[in-house]
């Protein structure tokens, strides 16, 4: 007999604007302190021709009035933002379902490391713990659900050393994710 | 154990957690303080970087 398992799935209301080729949902962290935070899509089109969307997520900083994906705001609630940045995930495939969505961490390129490691605590040895911390994140969570989200998306990683995406498979690491809507 | 999972049906129930009166109006003025901003300017560029040569898949 089969037992039903439920498991809540928690996340904030987002507020959406579209403005020229960006789509911006905007929502609240209510975790520890009351924070603001956007997820943005903005075309972006590639030496070939192409046409994809780079998925942008930070905090909002009232002193610059500008959103920054440079800190980590650890806020309390990371399930719930979490939640809620890919929620968005299905709601910008109804507005733009042919192109692909690009996911890759600010702290994936190649300076990182050094620039952490200038002013990090953490005191790593030989790898630099919080790069690449983003994608996998994403990665983490997509390797968790893979199956499911499968039925509606098809998935690719970025290969970082033969420079090409490859078929997303589960466990394996990737600097970059790019989703294609089933059709 | 491990059947006892394969039997079990995961359902899945989302809960948005809805903004009050008060957030909706702070989100409408950062709205407007952010719009016409290239927000994620570092990242565009970053992209395009590693876009530049590569072939998407489909």
């Known amino acids: 007999m089969q037992k039903k398992v439920l498991t809540n799935i928690n996340l904030y209301e987002t507020s959406l604007s579209i403005e020229n080729s960006i789509i911006r949902y905007t929502f609240e962290s209510t975790g520890k302190s009351k924070l603001i935070k956007a997820v943005e899509y903005s075309r972006l089109k590639t030496k070939s021709g192409d046409t994809i969307y780079n998925l942008g997520f930070g905090d909002y900083n009232s002193e610059d009035k500008t959103i920054s994906d440079k800190e980590n705001s650890n806020n309390g609630d990371m399930r719930k933002v979490f939640n809620t940045v890919l929620s968005t995930v299905p709601e910008f495939f109804k507005v733009f379902p042919y192109f692909p969505i690009f996911i890759q961490g600010s702290d994936s390129h190649a300076l990182f490391e050094q620039e952490c490691r200038n002013s990090c605590l953490k005191k790593c040895q030989k790898i630099c713990k919080n790069k690449n911390r983003r994608i996998r994140t994403y990665g983490h969570f997509l390797n968790k659900n893979f199956k499911e989200f499968s039925k509606n998306y098809i998935f690719f990683g970025f290969n970082e050393e033969e420079k090409k995406f490859v078929s997303y498979e589960v466990k394996n690491k990737y600097s970059a994710i790019l989703i294609y809507k089933k059709k | ?58």
């Open chain 2, 1 to 58: 154990m491990k059947i006892m999972e394969k039997d079990n049906r995961l359902e899945k129930k989302t809960n948005i957690i809805l903004m009050s009166k008060a957030t909706k109006k702070r989100i409408s003025k950062v709205e407007e303080e952010i719009k016409g901003k290239i927000l994620f300017r570092e990242k565009m560029e970053f992209a395009q970087k590693t876009l530049q040569d590569v072939k998407l898949p489909m």
